[in-house]
């Protein structure tokens, strides 16, 4: 299956959003749906790195040296980012 | 003199009657447990009788008037306002408490899952059984909200004829249904009613088994998170992601069990083996 979003997209932090950390992840609060998500720790990664003007592509391979990994995992990234954006918590932004 | 008691951890409001029929209704709320750690302001308020109706003016200047019941309401409102300014931004778990040195066991169950028959077989058996209803998460700790256990006529016949018999001798006010419901002072078996912040060391899921073999399991941190995100907490008005994260460190320190009730006696037993 093709993947939803191109290596080169960007992504921000939806607005309205209260997120604070735990000991084995992180709590989003989404206010004006009064919705709460819980992501794990690799998700959290993820949804930090989005609001500091990181590509897909550039997500993954700090994923790759954080995590040591031998393959840059842009295809676990790309899903992540995916339930990220239909979870409402981040989306698309342009450079 | 007619006088009540309410209590919540850093407040007692001592509120005088004008007669014993409304006091016979009011002191439903009464509470006296020992709240330690905490300053405690003391307040007094007296209601009257004005026209056939009580008036009561409470320390945040709203004046209730009506029934003795209407105020009993309104007296129950005003305890859960205060505590939850007391413990701004914080959540609260609904479920009964059990504290021992450990620190405390948060007992939760749905409805009709024998939660209060249990603990109320626990307090009479001398545990530390200081809520019913609510533990309020404040950091790293609960505070168990303090309020007396309380006693649907419904229960009665589950438990021995003598704590029964002691539970009739409570104040009791009858629901929608008719039907007796009874403040019990955790103390009222001789136990003691102590409230104290600490850590929470267990967390036990009910399910109903009744009258049947009690058995106990541990349970995953995701089972006990969507039970208790489900119908089991009170979020503060502001700062709902902060009181999730600190309940989710709060259930990571913690050990959860799933627990089927049975036979009291042998429930109390398969509890202590958790938290002896």
Redesign the interface.
């Known amino acids: 299956m093709a993947d939803k979003f191109k290596n080169t997209d960007m992504f921000t932090q939806v607005s309205g959003?209260?997120?604070?950390?735990?000991?084995?992840?992180?709590?989003?609060?989404q206010?004006d749906k009064e919705k709460?998500h819980?992501l794990n720790s690799t998700a959290a990664i993820v949804y930090e790195l989005c609001d500091r003007h990181q590509t897909i592509d550039g997500i993954a391979r700090f994923m790759q040296t954080m995590y040591e990994l031998p393959d840059v995992p842009t295809a676990e990234v790309h899903d992540c980012i995916a339930s990220l954006v239909d979870q409402g918590v981040i989306e698309t932004c342009s450079r | 003199m007619f006088e009540v008691e309410l209590r919540t951890v850093r407040q007692k409001l001592r509120i005088t009657l004008p007669d014993a029929s409304s006091h016979d209704e009011i002191r439903f709320i009464d509470a006296r447990p020992q709240v330690e750690g905490f300053d405690c302001e003391i307040s007094a308020i007296a209601a009257e009788r004005s026209s056939g109706f009580l008036e009561l003016r409470l320390p945040t200047g709203y004046l209730c008037e009506g029934t003795a019941g209407y105020l009993l309401g309104e007296l129950h409102r005003y305890h859960m306002e205060e505590t939850r300014r007391e413990f701004p931004g914080c959540a609260m778990l609904h479920g009964g408490t059990v504290t021992t040195d450990e620190g405390h066991t948060v007992v939760i169950g749905a409805k009709g899952a024998g939660k209060t028959t249990f603990l109320l077989h626990l307090a009479a058996a001398g545990w530390n059984v200081p809520a019913d209803e609510h533990i309020i998460i404040n950091g790293a700790e609960g505070v168990p909200r303090p309020r007396t256990l309380r006693v649907k006529e419904g229960s009665l016949p589950v438990l021995s004829s003598a704590i029964s018999d002691q539970i009739r001798s409570c104040p009791a006010i009858r629901d929608w249904a008719g039907l007796r419901v009874y403040a019990v002072p955790p103390d009222l078996f001789g136990g003691v009613w102590t409230i104290r912040s600490a850590r929470i060391a267990n967390v036990v899921f009910l399910d109903p088994n009744h009258g049947g073999r009690s058995d106990i399991r541990r349970m995953s941190l995701d089972e006990a998170?969507e039970i208790i995100?489900r119908d089991n907490v009170i979020l503060p008005e502001a700062?709902?992601?902060?009181a999730?994260?600190e309940l989710?460190?709060l259930l990571?320190g913690a050990k959860l069990w799933r627990f089927r009730n049975g036979d009291l006696d042998h429930a109390e037993r398969v509890f202590y083996s958790i938290i002896r």
Not at chain 1, 17 to 29: F, I, L, P, R, S
Not at chain 2, 239 to 242: E, H, L, N, S
């Open positions: 959003c209260e997120a604070v950390q735990t000991a084995d992840g992180m709590v989003v609060y206010t709460v819980y | 998170f995100f700062g709902k992601a902060k999730f994260a989710r460190n990571l």
